[in-house]
């Protein structure tokens, strides 16, 4: 998959089809719109997921909303979807202001676009008064077919990355995990700790997500960890460790069942998969240790039956 970012001077050569939206979470209602370009693939058309460098409400609105997915951990979900392109175009003053027909014959001469796949609820363009039936009335002039896709729906609800970000912010993992259709994730690299888990001979690795990335609510959960391709079960800790004296970032700690060793630099992904406890402070190191006991007894419990697929 190519990953394009950073530049507006785009040409890709071969005909492609394209579908346009913010994709943050590659969600169930998502996967029927890869699903869709994934057919035209066979029909000779490259698959293209155009986003934008930004969300558009987090300039339009002054908002500054987490998001499920950071940048590259969009890139590692969508590198495995069998799309041949990923487009991150920045959001930039001339496109904020473009009518909706400017906008999509840019696209088409960009791309070389033959078809597009819409939600029923796509918008675009400046004020948002673009949608589907705009494609496709422009369609048969730019070039284009239009293919629109209706929404997947949970318990009469659309699912969207609204819904998903509802839960995950409730500590709703399982449901949350439901509608995106794969364990919600964390991915960076292993940073340097206090060392305080090795010396209680509970090791842990820590992660410091960015800013932007949305974290359930502060406590312990049940998770899976892929290091060096590998998936082991483990726990995490959200927060910022109360019962550690000073003041501490928030981040992602886990400690991982059967693995051992120095994984300093390295990226690891962990898995989100259930909620155990509220993050609290401990009386004592000793308190503290003896409730990790417990949660690991009762991760490796919850591990035995989870039979899920990772990714």
Known sequence: MDYIRETTDIRITEPTVVSLGKFDGLHEGHKLLVETMLKKKKEGLAPVMFTFDIPPKAILNGQNPKVLTTNAEKEYIFARTGIDYLIEYPFTDQVRSMEPEAFVRMLTKQLHVK??????????????????????????????????????QYENRDISSTFIREEIQEAHIERANLLLGYEFFVL??????????????????NLIPPEEKLLPPFGVYVSRVLLDGRLYGGITNVGRKPTIEGENPIG?????????????????????????RPERKFDSIEDLKAEMTRNIAQGRTYLETYGRRGL
């Open 252 to 276: 992602v700690e886990t400690h991982i069942f059967d693995c051992d060793g120095d994984f300093y630099g390295k990226e690891i992904l962990v898995q989100f998969l259930t909620y155990l």
């Open 188 to 205: 960076g690299k292993v940073l340097h700790g206090r060392r305080l888990g090795r010396k209680l001979g509970i090791p842990t690795v």
């Open 115 to 152: 078809c597009i796949v819409a939600g029923t609820d796509f918008r675009f363009g400046h004020n948002r008064t673009g949608n589907y039936q705009t494609l496709r009335a422009l369609g048969p002039s730019c070039g284009f077919e239009t293919v629109v896709v209706e929404k997947k």
